[in-house]
């Protein structure tokens, strides 16, 4: 078992935030774990298919409650990033009401923010990111390949509004915001056919569109927790250069990271 001497940042998730570690595909996690190395750990709590529905009672399990959380380390940021699995039309089992998208999100921050909750976690900051826009020219050749050929499950109006509604919801409890929907939007020039340049199936993120992502998160955390970007953290461990040959054991102890 690892010993508690390092904070972390969790992303939470579906298949999109599950596949930021994917080897060859410039993933965000593993991009942001080698940008906070010795910093903070970065932990993937992404589960392919999950909407939000599903999403709640995982994360009831692996969240540590008030009474875990003084003897592990601290979850500095987390950052939660649904809505394109809700979002999916009304006949697939994956789909999840707006109103009800919506309900699911401020519940998953309260349980954080919330001095009422079991889970509050007051040194724990938050991001909400928005579903990416989908692009259904790919999406349904995808789907028509398949064996047998699956309907089309997703429409790009109905994403953009599970989008707002995320932007919504950040608004309104006052937490982070990674607007990725329309950043990719802007990037592909608003041209539906040209999110190719962005998704590889018309649903998740390929190399370049990681990088969209990992850009907005620095940018988000840059502008709303200015605190936790990576250029304002010292190690954990000094680097070393710092070790006294002569006094190793004292000038290789952990140094606390402050927290605002």
């Given at each position: 078992?690892?010993?508690?001497?390092q904070?972390s940042?969790?992303?939470f998730?579906?298949?999109?935030t599950?596949?930021?570690w994917?080897?060859?595909?410039?993933?965000?996690g593993?991009n942001?774990?080698h940008?906070?190395?010795r910093k903070?750990?970065?932990?993937?709590?992404?589960f392919?298919g999950?909407n939000?529905e599903?999403?709640?009672?995982v994360f009831e399990?692996?969240?540590?409650?008030?009474e875990q959380?003084?003897?592990?380390q601290?979850?500095?940021?987390?950052?939660?990033?649904f809505?394109?699995?809700?979002?999916?039309l009304v006949?697939s089992p994956?789909?999840?009401p707006?109103?009800?998208?919506?309900?699911?999100?401020?519940?998953?921050v309260n349980?954080v923010?919330?001095?009422?909750?079991?889970?509050y976690?007051?040194?724990?900051?938050?991001?909400l990111a928005?579903p990416?826009?989908?692009?259904?020219?790919q999406?349904?050749?995808?789907?028509?390949?398949?064996?047998p050929?699956?309907l089309?499950?997703?429409?790009?109006e109905?994403?953009?509004d599970y989008?707002?509604?995320?932007?919504?919801?950040?608004?309104?409890?006052?937490v982070?915001?990674?607007?990725?929907w329309?950043?990719m939007?802007?990037?592909?020039?608003h041209?539906?056919?040209?999110?190719?340049?962005?998704?590889?199936?018309?649903?998740?993120?390929n190399?370049?569109?990681?990088?969209?992502?990992?850009?907005?998160v620095l940018?988000?955390?840059e502008?709303?927790?200015?605190e936790?970007?990576?250029?304002?953290?010292e190690m954990v461990?000094p680097?070393?250069?710092m070790i006294?040959?002569?006094n190793?054991?004292?000038?290789v102890q952990?140094?606390?990271?402050?927290?605002?």
């Amino acid at each position: 078992m690892s010993a508690n001497v390092q904070n972390s940042i969790m992303l939470f998730g579906d298949s999109i935030t599950q596949g930021g570690w994917e080897p060859g595909m410039n993933g965000f996690g593993a991009n942001l774990a080698h940008r906070y190395a010795r910093k903070l750990d970065v932990i993937n709590r992404g589960f392919s298919g999950y909407n939000t529905e599903w999403g709640i009672p995982v994360f009831e399990q692996f969240f540590a409650t008030r009474e875990q959380q003084k003897d592990l380390q601290i979850v500095r940021l987390l950052i939660i990033w649904f809505g394109a699995n809700d979002s999916c039309l009304v006949q697939s089992p994956q789909h999840v009401p707006l109103a009800k998208f919506a309900t699911n999100l401020k519940y998953l921050v309260n349980l954080v923010q919330s001095p009422e909750s079991q889970y509050y976690s007051p040194n724990t900051r938050i991001i909400l990111a928005t579903p990416p826009p989908v692009n259904t020219y790919q999406r349904k050749a995808n789907l028509d390949a398949r064996d047998p050929p699956l309907l089309l499950d997703r429409d790009f109006e109905n994403t953009r509004d599970y989008a707002q509604t995320v932007k919504d919801v950040a608004h309104e409890e006052e937490v982070g915001i990674i607007d990725i929907w329309t950043k990719m939007w802007d990037a592909a020039g608003h041209d539906e056919q040209s999110l190719s340049d962005y998704l590889y199936d018309g649903l998740h993120l390929n190399g370049a569109g990681y990088q969209l992502m990992y850009d907005a998160v620095l940018e988000t955390i840059e502008k709303t927790y200015p605190e936790l970007h990576p250029d304002r953290l010292e190690m954990v461990f000094p680097g070393w250069g710092m070790i006294d040959p002569n006094n190793v054991v004292a000038s290789v102890q952990k140094r606390e990271q402050h927290l605002v």
